[in-house]
């Protein structure tokens, strides 16, 4: 289990984590959302020791992460870092060679992430010959090409088309159900609601939300109700009391009553308006948890 | 290194000098492919053959010439001719022509000159060296001939003109052979440190690529800052100590193989003494090169942070002059044991007089622990910076921000 355990990081007099606080299971995919510079990146950049936190520690299986672990380490920069003369193949080797591999199954690993990934490349072309989808796969791969322990990515899937996105989330659900644990950061919600077991929400450098996707649901699944109503007439939800935040559109409806309780007296109302066609606690979207959790 | 109980079975830890040769071994691949890199190489090896040919080209048979003759020449004549010939280490070469076809054969280039009497006829200016064999076998068969006419015993005449050399004895004999070796040396020097300047930039711009294409954050998970630097320092000097082989060996061949110039045999146990001192030289100023890239993240930003190191390696070629031209004075002793001097102004001091084992062994730990100091700096400094992605950064901030990242020396 990698635990990042009451870590704390100041810029200056600015404090950039404070008291942070999570964990990530083998075989766990874990996303990490959060607005612009809420603490992302330091943390992940804490986790690969390229910053030394004040305060705490990350630990991977009770472990202090030292340099022997962190060679194990899969990461994926948030500002992308190739050699851009180097053709990928031999980059690819390089840094799995760097990780302790031999140079002949380092090379070998290289070319089938390259072809798994499917980076579309001349074999001659130097890395800043491909285009930056490409770029991004070969990013990709130089965290995959060792066979990591842990993955850490930093924003894998932003600037990707979506073809390229299914791809890397199919190598990365494989590595998950290996065993690794998965943790990457995105302001794709939607995407981490699809990929993730778990998500930990960081806001201004402490996690106000974490544990799996369906648990926070839960928390949150009483709170909205949806009616839809055949035939209503535009205006219909004034007819209901009880309710507020409504926003109606056509026939459907989305509206917050004032207690969980009301919801039976609030389907008796509808009832009258017309035949309910669909009536119930909506499954809140992850960007919704994300907005209560930060404003919260 | 500890293990931990890892999953990675498979993949073992690099010890800390496997890394810095990968490091070293990626340095030199990706310059042998670099394209720019090869076309650099490239002129320089035409321009060595160039300068090489175009010397065998104008040198060789530049001492060989053909001379048309009108009527007869005796025998002294054409003996000056050979022994005048080959004073200069040439050949002249007679035949015998009649005037008008020897002209022409002066127009068209067959004849270097026609001699006609009295007089010598060329195309536009006499060749100095053939001018010289003409008159000088002129004079010696004109004065034979007035002396057999004049009556004088040839023999006693001789005898009266034979004037023993004067002797020479020299108070100081080896002052000027030292000075020759130190000219020799400096020179040396200097090529090594053309090189060193141009390597030395290799050095500060593969620094500067690190960071701009923020490949940096990847290697700092797995390689320390003073190990990369340790790699990519060893492995461009292996290319430039390959490079100064190539260029200078190839010169030095083609001259030799030609006998262009002649080389005195103390040049070879001089360049010698250079090549070590080169060795220790460039690795600090390489290293001084690698810590000021590790203050700017940005290739227009090198320039003016690498500036005040190139002045090192200038003010180190400067102190060796001094050392030239007095060899045994307190500078020189103390200057060739100071670390970043010691490099340029030892070999050459070494060459003139002879330096006690003490002072060298000084000089050179002197010189390792300045590298090792500066290797270390430049490490803690880059990795204060490594996060930067843009504006130069001072020395102290850098140095204080070190602390708060990873890979620094006092990390394990």
């Known amino acids: 289990m990698l635990v990042v355990d009451h870590v704390s990081k100041s810029f200056g007099a600015k404090r950039v984590l404070d008291d942070l606080v999570f964990a990530i299971k083998p075989g766990e995919m874990f996303g990490f959302c959060g607005a612009n510079g809420a603490g992302k990146t330091t943390t992940m950049r804490v986790i690969l020791g390229l910053l030394t936190p004040e305060a705490g520690q990350v630990t991977w299986n009770g472990t202090k992460v030292d340099r022997e672990i962190r060679r194990t380490i899969g990461y994926m920069p948030e500002e992308r870092g190739l050699y851009p003369k180097m053709r990928p193949v031999d980059q690819l080797q390089y840094f799995g060679q760097l990780h302790g591999m031999t140079a002949a199954s380092a090379r070998k690993s290289a070319e089938e992430w390259i072809e798994r990934l499917g980076v579309k490349m001349e074999a001659k072309d130097p890395l800043d010959k491909l285009s930056l989808g490409n770029q991004q796969k070969v990013q990709l791969a130089s965290a995959l090409v060792f066979d990591p322990a842990i993955l850490v990515l930093d924003e894998p899937f932003s600037g990707l088309d979506p073809v390229a996105v299914d791809a890397l989330a199919d190598g990365l659900l494989e590595k998950a159900k290996a065993g690794v644990p998965v943790i990457f950061s995105s302001h794709q919600l939607d995407l981490v609601e699809r990929l993730c077991d778990s998500v930990g929400i960081i806001n201004n450098g402490t996690m106000v939300a974490t544990g799996p996707v369906d648990e926070l649901r839960a928390k949150e699944s009483r709170k909205r109700l949806e009616i839809v109503i055949t035939g209503a007439q535009p205006g219909w939800t004034e007819q209901l009391s009880g309710v507020s935040a409504i926003s109606e559109t056509g026939t459907r409806a989305l509206m917050t009553p004032d207690s969980p309780e009301m919801s039976q007296q609030i389907l008796a109302e509808a009832m009258k308006i017309g035949p309910i066609e669909r009536f119930g606690w909506r499954t809140p979207p992850l960007t919704e948890i994300f907005r209560e959790a930060i404003v919260a | ?412």
């Open chain 2, 1 to 412: 290194m500890s293990t931990h109980g890892t999953q990675r079975e498979t993949v073992a830890a690099r010890p800390a000098m496997s890394l810095i040769w990968l490091v070293a071994k990626r340095e030199i691949t990706s310059k042998l492919k670099d394209k720019t890199y090869l076309i650099s190489i490239g002129f320089f090896i035409v321009l060595i053959l160039a300068v090489v040919g175009i010397n065998v080209a104008t040198n060789s048979g530049s001492n060989d010439f053909t001379v048309g003759v009108v009527g007869q020449t005796s025998q002294t004549f054409q003996q000056a001719i050979k022994s005048g010939a080959d004073q200069f280490d040439g050949k002249v070469t007679l035949e015998y022509t009649n005037e008008a076809d020897g002209k022409t054969k002066v127009k068209n280039g067959d004849f270097d000159a026609l001699v006609v009497g009295d007089t010598i006829i060329t195309k536009d200016t006499l060749n100095t060296t053939l001018g010289a064999v003409l008159q000088g076998a002129n004079k010696a068969a004109k004065t034979q001939q007035q002396i057999e006419s004049s009556g004088i015993d040839p023999q006693k005449l001789d005898q009266a003109l034979t004037v023993p050399p004067m002797q020479t004895q020299a108070l100081n004999p080896d002052a000027k052979t030292n000075f020759e070796r130190g000219i020799i040396a400096i020179i040396a020097v200097g090529v090594a440190y053309g090189m060193l300047m141009i390597v030395g930039q290799f050095v500060a711009q593969g620094v500067v690529e690190e960071k701009s294409s923020r490949v940096i954050e990847l290697l700092m998970a797995v390689v320390k800052p003073w190990q990369l630097l340790t790699g990519k320092l060893i492995g461009l000097g292996i290319l430039g100590i390959l490079q100064l082989v190539l260029v200078v060996g190839l010169g030095l061949a083609g001259v030799l193989s030609f006998n262009l110039i002649a080389v005195p045999s103390a040049a070879v146990g001089v360049v010698l003494q250079v090549v070590p001192w080169f060795i220790l030289g460039y690795t600090l100023f390489a290293a001084f090169f690698a810590l000021a890239a590790s203050l700017v993240s940005r290739q227009e930003d090198l320039g003016s942070a690498v500036m005040p190191v190139t002045l090192v390696p200038i003010f180190a070629f400067f102190a060796a002059f001094q050392v030239v031209s007095s060899p045994n004075s307190t500078f020189a002793t103390i200057i060739s044991m100071v670390p970043g001097f010691s490099p340029t102004t030892m070999p050459v001091r070494a060459v003139m007089v002879s330096v006690p084992i003490w002072q060298y062994v000084i000089a050179v730990i002197l010189q390792v622990i300045a590298i090792v100091l500066v290797v270390r700096l430049a490490g803690r400094v880059y990795a204060g910076s490594m996060l930067r992605t843009s504006g130069k950064i001072k020395l102290k901030d850098a140095l204080k921000q070190s602390k708060e990242t990873a890979g620094t020396p006092a990390q394990a």
